[in-house]
């Protein structure tokens, strides 16, 4: 049994376990006849640990993850939406959404030091717009983009 | 037929007017770009419909969903890639059409298909709702605890390869459904004292993430800025006798892939096929199934159009989704405040009668828009990726956070979508997660409201029509494994898988 087919179903059964942990804490119900709050809890961890033990025999192969470059990118994009939306609301959206589109595209491979500067900026500019005019959504703005509206 | 008259009055409002073309454009975008399929267009535009009424937000959804389920024939017939699931069977003979210069002629043939395949389930969907719906009004929680576990059967349908894993993604959405206050008796449950977790998941951050970030996420992996070679269009005319040639076999698909998509998890993709093979078995001498038969392409666009509006009626009748796509309909109607089911068709009549008519208007919109914008769709197949799937990811922000203006959604949207990005990696399908966390709260207020009332008995189970329907949630099942068994078995005789 290869490493990266065991990592799954044992990722499942902690979770499994974990769920039945949590439940225990929640408060019976009030009525005798009634199953409970921790009912849905209990079934989906108990299914979860049954489900994994079944399926530390499956034999179908799994695509893994990437390495070397598409895992940068992919990895690179995770901690980049995790950055971004940390600064949606101190820099406004349409700073926040310029960085990420820039820095994205640099991940993904764009060189062009014009398009890696226009392209972030047009289209920060025009998704903004059409979500606060367009659509009536409210977005953070900064103060210095506030003068612009 | 009040309700009709109600549900045109709605759809008379200019901004639900426009919502048609608009969703419709949107639909065909969406379903033109291999990767966006309708399930991920639809989850995107989700956010911004709760500015607007539940109608208007509605009408938008399902002009995306019946433009993307259209859409997704063309790169299924100019590069063999179908842009939406539903159109796997498309491609089929789509592109040996396409490598024989008939690529035009395809691309028409897919939209008159699809046109008069939705148009014909709009009205048999009209017809057998509200009939289902008066009849599910008798229903007590016992029927819709069954219902809901009926419905949890598409898991087994949606869970590809693998019914197990399926099962595991359906009970991780359990769980996520489990957060917050329970249903009966109000007390908190896996919240760990955090306010935010308090209040329950919020389904939408959850959908945009699991369907658009994660699809983002594989797709950037493999972001290239080669563009893929078309093939030659040819013309878009189709000849004289075509209605005589392509008629009958519009007209059967249609009827297949209706009544497909009324059983739960059977799907458009699953419609297609069903709809192609029949048409292939009653072949005529002279078609040429698999290398570029007209026939083909008709089979497949008409019966997954029609099988979209079939899974529709569980949806609006019963409450349940019919597949995927109608679980994140169904979502909207519930962050809008709209109860689905049986209720829903005396308490707002506008809304279900104006969808019916919205979705007419919309197959007609979609045959103009599709004819008129026929090149520029084609165009729309090569938008750069290093483009398009950042400007995803930027839209599932902008959507999750627009929900309450809450960081904590947006948060809630990322790890979903590495949840989804790591599922769909290890082979375990995400569509269950959603389904169940949908439906896993109806099937647990009625099980434990069908306990106390029956003070802790279960001898509720045996009711004729609750029993009777948990067995067809067996069957279902049975079914779905015997067709798992089957399609495990090689079959070297047949060209078309």
Known sequence: ?149 | MSGWYEGAVALMDFSVLMMIPLGVVLGIAVGAIPGLSATVGMAMFLPFTFTLDPLTGLVLLLGIYNGACYAGAIPAVLLRTPGTPSSAATALDGYPMAQKGQAGQALTISLVASVVGGLLGTLLLSLFAPALARYALSFGTPEYFAIAILALTIIASVGGGSMAKGFVSAFIGLTVASIGFDPIAGFPRLSFDNTSLAGGISLIPMLVGIFGVSEALIQLERVSNVHERMSVLGTFKLGANWVKRLGPTMLGSTTIGFVSGMLPGVGGDIGGYLAYNETKRLAKPGDCFGEGEPKGVVAAEAANNASNMGSLIPTLALGVPGNTQSAVLLGALLIAGVQPGPGLFAAAPELVFGSFLAMTLAYVCMLAIGLLGIRMWIRVVQIPAVYLWPLVIVFSVVGSYAVRNEPFDVLVMLIAGILGYLMTKAKYPVAPLLIAAIVGPIAEENFRRSMILNEGSLIWLFQPLTATILLMAAASIIFTLLRHRKSSRPDPTDKVS
């Open chain 1, 1 to 149: 049994m290869s490493k990266g087919s065991v990592i799954p179903p044992a990722l499942i059964l902690l979770l499994g376990i974990g769920i039945l942990a949590a439940s225990a804490g929640i408060r019976p119900g009030m009525l005798d006849q009634d199953p409970g709050p921790a009912f849905m809890p209990r079934i989906s961890g108990a299914g979860l640990v049954v489900l994994s033990l079944y399926l530390f025999f499956d034999r179908e192969r799994h695509e893994g993850l990437p390495r070397g470059r598409p895992l940068f990118k992919v990895l690179g994009t995770m901690a980049l939406v995790l950055a971004y939306l940390n600064l949606i609301e101190p820099l406004g959206f349409p700073l926040a959404t310029v960085l990420f589109l820039g820095i994205e595209m640099a991940i993904i491979g764009v060189t062009s030091p014009l398009l890696l500067v226009a392209a972030p900026v047009l289209l920060s500019g025009f998704i903004y717009y059409l979500f606060r005019f367009g659509l009536d959504v409210a977005l953070p703005a900064t103060r210095l983009f506030g003068v612009l509206i």
